[in-house]
């Protein structure tokens, strides 16, 4: 790792930049986007602090500051317990508490997300088509195309273009419908 951060520093030095290390990040140095106000040799080191650190284009942090901040956190969330606190100092611990979660998160390794994925049109049609006839039973209207394709989410296009077994599903459900009306009403 210090073979690592050596290297990088001098292929930093070898391009203009300067790399200031501490316990709580990197500083990529550029006098232009300083925030310590520092000169053109480097960072200012009466003015480098986390809090001005943190604020600042230059920074950087990785995994290995993410214990640093979580302690920061942790010291500002027991002060904060703490009886009787001016405003002003309760604003301040807040502020830093604040910074000390917002940097702890940036210096979570990123994980890709898991992708779930969504269901197909076809999915979608189905399990629509499975809900319909379900509670057809319990109301009158009659399951119909634009109700299951605006329920799947899906265009009746696609469903006459590219789902014919749902389609004819739907219309069997439907001659079955026909059927038990006109038994009811016979019989």
């Not at 069997?172 to 009306?181: C, I, L």
Request: a positive charge.
């Amino acid at each position: 790792m210090k073979q690592d951060l050596k290297r990088y520093a001098r292929m930093l030095a070898d391009s203009g930049l300067t790399l200031g290390v501490c316990d709580w990040g990197f500083c990529v140095y550029r006098q232009e986007h300083s925030a310590c106000f520092g000169s053109t040799t480097g960072p200012n080191p009466l003015r480098r602090e986390p809090s001005t650190c943190a604020s600042c284009r230059n920074f950087a942090v990785s995994a290995q500051h993410r214990a640093y901040w979580l302690e920061q956190a942790r010291r500002h969330e027991a002060f904060l317990n703490e009886p009787a606190l001016p405003t002003q100092t309760l604003k301040i611990a807040r502020e830093r508490l604040k910074e000390a979660l917002a940097m702890s998160v940036r210096s979570t390794p990123h994980r890709r997300p898991r992708v779930v994925p969504a269901p197909s049109p076809a999915d979608r049609l189905r399990q629509a088509l499975e809900t319909l006839t379900a509670s057809a039973s319990d109301r009158p209207e009659r399951v119909t195309v634009s109700a299951l394709c605006q329920l799947a989410n899906v265009s009746r296009n696609s469903l006459y273009r590219y789902h014919p077994d749902v389609l004819r599903a739907v219309r069997e459900h439907q001659g079955r419908e026909v059927s038990a009306a006109s038994l009811a009403s016979s019989g």
